[in-house]
């Protein structure tokens, strides 16, 4: 019995092992390609063989060329690059139909049509297509009052290159690019849990993050994250006017939150690299025993037991920062939109804790504002990974110095990020 059921889990694990093989070959780069080259050739073939069945034009180019150009691997760049080509050589016509039907081609005239079709190639919702308003503009005026007559039938025949290359498009819908999306997606979420844990274990051993990190992981942070915002573009852009999207719009309107709540946690952390750099900064003057101490009434202690109790704190701060981290790349790597990770109420705990830890300490105001700054961010990213809007919480109660308004004001510069 146990066997049997070890060979189906098996040939489950197989079938579901190639199901996504298959889906990774059908979603990459080169079967992209080969479905756009596909479906353009026999596009431009069918409005070849149309264009000469209805007016029977011996050499119907311009209806070949149109459905090239408008044939995309989405349905919604299909339509918007239709009728931007459908604008262009429309305007293109329109501004040298004047020229050509009264003067011709003159240097005077060639000049004014190029000059009005390359102002009107500017306009930004022609896109790339506004380059065919001054080449249709130059072939219009070069036909001259003599051949006026083929503008209207050259004018068809790319209206119907860009009607059979969007029904085309749009009969045979090319399929959504979703898997890629929450591929890139899921790379960039363990690529951020991963540096949190990577910082977790630095602030555990008393090490500099870049020495665990490396000092490249910024870089791949932001690499990943544009991948992911142009994989996720993609799939939005293959689901517009697609009729394969009918059951993924219920739950596709996380995604981008999703994204936009990770870009928050990456800049948070490369923060917190920078806090966890000015708290090391302090810690060597409050262990520089009684020569550090100042006096009068509400100052801090000195001698050797403040020491003491200052290295003891600052294990156990660094303890609680790395159990925080750690909770903090758990809720990163479930930070799929929708309800929060289970782990997050623990963490916020976790937080709760150390910040009220800090603040029954008698500190230096120093040391006390960097290890606010620290709290505020960790809490700041944890507002991120709940999707929430960034509320930075005021700084627990200290029992110590009282902060003035200028040592307050230092307090929240020194919070802010960016």
Not at 213 to 219: E, I, K, N, V
Not at 258 to 279: K, P, Q, Y
Not at 333 to 361: F, M, N
Request: proline share 6%; hydrophobic share 50%; glycine share 8%.
């Amino acid at each position: 019995m146990r066997e049997e059921n070890a060979a189906q889990s098996g040939r489950r694990a197989g079938t579901a092992h190639a199901v996504a093989g298959l889906a990774r070959i059908r979603d990459g780069p080169w079967a992209v390609r080969w479905l756009v080259a596909v479906r353009a050739a026999v596009a431009a073939a069918l409005a070849w063989q149309l264009c000469r069945s209805l007016w029977e034009a011996p050499q119907p180019g311009p209806a070949v060329v149109a459905a090239l150009l408008v044939v995309h691997p989405t349905v919604f760049r299909s339509c918007t690059a239709g009728l931007q080509y459908a604008a262009g050589c429309t305007l293109g016509a329109l501004i040298a139909l004047p020229a050509a039907v009264l003067a011709g081609p003159t240097w005077l005239s060639m000049t004014a049509v190029l000059l009005l079709s390359l102002l009107a190639a500017g306009h930004e919702r022609l896109g790339a297509h506004g380059l065919h308003v001054p080449i249709t503009a130059v072939f219009v005026l070069l036909l001259g009052p003599s051949h006026a007559g083929q503008i209207l039938p050259h004018l068809l025949e790319i209206g119907v290159g860009i009607a059979v290359a969007v029904l085309f498009n749009a009969l045979l819908p090319p399929p959504l690019r979703l898997r890629a999306a929450e591929s890139a997606l899921d790379r960039l979420r363990d690529e951020l849990a991963g540096v949190l844990d990577g910082m977790a274990t630095a602030v555990r051993e008393a090490r500099h993050p870049d020495d665990v990190l490396g000092t490249q992981w910024p870089a791949r942070v932001a690499e990943t994250t544009a991948r992911a915002r142009s994989a996720l573009g993609q799939a939005h852009e293959s689901l517009r006017w697609n009729v394969r999207a009918r059951n993924r719009n219920a739950v596709w309107h996380l995604d981008r939150k999703v994204l936009e709540s990770l870009e928050r946690v990456a800049h948070d952390a490369e923060a917190c690299v920078g806090a966890f750099g000015g708290l090391a900064a302090q810690r060597p003057a409050v262990a520089a025993g009684p020569s550090a101490a100042v006096s009068g009434p509400g100052a801090p202690e000195a001698g050797p037991a403040v020491t003491a109790r200052a290295d003891v704190w600052d294990r156990e701060f660094r303890a609680g920062c790395a159990r925080l981290l750690t909770c903090l790349a758990l809720c990163v790597r479930g930070c799929r939109g929708g309800s929060p990770h289970p782990v997050l109420p623990a963490t916020r705990r976790v937080w709760r804790e150390l910040a009220e830890r800090c603040g029954d300490r008698r500190d230096s105001l120093d040391v006390r504002v960097a290890e606010y700054r620290l709290l505020m961010l960790l809490d700041r990213a944890l507002h991120d990974v709940a999707g929430g809007r960034r509320t930075v919480r005021p700084a627990p109660a200290t029992a110590g110095t009282p902060i003035t308004t200028r040592e307050e004001a230092h307090a929240q510069a020194a919070a802010e990020h960016r």
